[in-house]
């Protein structure tokens, strides 16, 4: 009997992604989703919480179920550039 290795999944930009890692960098994150680097990555909060930024050296732990984490990637800001 072979075991698998345990599959955690997520989503950037509502598509969904699969990873055998049960945490991962933002960098990572943006890699495996193929997200501009450049762009922020925001973990969505529930309810009245604030969206959390993700830096790309910060870890997140991947959950399951209904905790899946759902991600969103944004350009740079370009607030005063004319």
Do not use: C, W
């Amino acid at each position: 009997m072979s075991e698998h290795p345990k599959k955690h999944h997520f989503f950037v930009d509502a598509k969904r992604y699969e990873t055998e890692k049960s945490s991962l960098t933002g960098a990572e994150i943006k890699a495996i989703a193929g997200v501009t680097p450049t762009y922020q990555l925001f973990l969505e909060e529930e309810g009245d919480t604030p969206d959390k930024p993700i830096s790309d050296g910060e870890t997140v732990v991947l959950k399951e179920g209904e905790d899946t984490r759902h991600f969103y990637a944004v350009p740079p800001a370009t607030f005063g550039n004319q």
